[in-house]
T-cell receptor
């Protein structure tokens, strides 16, 4: 079965600083990986996804993530944090075994300090 | 941009009561899903639905839960006899064809509180 681990339930950065949110996955077959963001009182919005086309994936709002098979990681980065990036971020995995369920990590709450 | 909508945004109910959570998926999507997130815990998959039947369900989705597409636009989750531990945020999602690389589009959620 697949699983996702997000290291750090809370991350705090200063405005303009690098954002790094960690995600490690476990899967016995090639995974599809997703990052979703949840702003307060809103639903989950897709930031980006890895579908095996390219290991470096660019998403919305300046975020990107790199799939590293050797490290079983899919960390989310943004070079310069904005106040508007404050939200909860979820990493999720899915595999092509006929199952359609996304398996989510526990989430990381990002705080951006002025 | 098309979006998934859910009603109500909040629901408070007494233990043992039935609740129905409603969702309107994106109109050309064929697969529908329910997930839930108990406060402080992970988002968990409950069920997926295609062609008017359940295509996959988790161990959480027991006999007290049911799903239905009563008309061409709504998708509902019914909890027959609510328990305290059913208190959670319930998310509806939809995807176009259900493929593994496809994006699932989520609604804003319904926060259910069982007293």
């Amino acid at each position: 079965a697949q699983s996702v681990t997000q290291l750090g339930s809370h991350v705090s950065v200063s405005e303009g600083a690098l954002v790094l949110l960690r995600c490690n996955y476990s899967s016995s077959v090639p995974p599809y990986l997703f990052w979703y963001v949840q702003y307060p009182n809103q639903g989950l919005q897709l930031l980006l996804k890895y579908t095996s086309a390219a290991t470096l994936v660019k998403g919305i709002n300046g975020f990107e993530a790199e799939f590293k098979k050797s490290e079983t990681s899919f960390h989310l980065t943004k070079p310069s944090a904005h106040m508007s990036d404050a939200a909860e971020y979820f990493c999720a995995v899915r595999v092509d075994t006929g199952r359609r369920a996304l398996t989510f990590g526990s989430g990381t709450r990002l705080q951006v300090q002025p | 941009e098309p979006e998934v909508t859910q009603t109500p945004s909040h629901q408070v109910t007494q233990m043992g009561q039935e609740v129905i959570l409603r969702c309107v998926p994106i109109s050309n999507h064929l697969y529908f899903y329910w997930y839930r997130q108990i406060l402080g815990q992970k988002v968990e998959f409950l069920v997926s639905f295609y062609n008017n039947e359940i295509s996959e369900k988790s161990e959480i989705f027991d006999d007290q839960f049911s799903v239905e597409r009563p008309d061409g636009s709504n998708f509902t989750l019914k909890i027959r006899s609510t328990k305290l531990e059913d208190s959670a945020m319930y998310f509806c999602a939809s995807s176009e064809f259900g493929g593994p690389a496809e994006t699932q589009y989520f609604g804003p959620g319904t926060r259910l509180l069982v007293l």
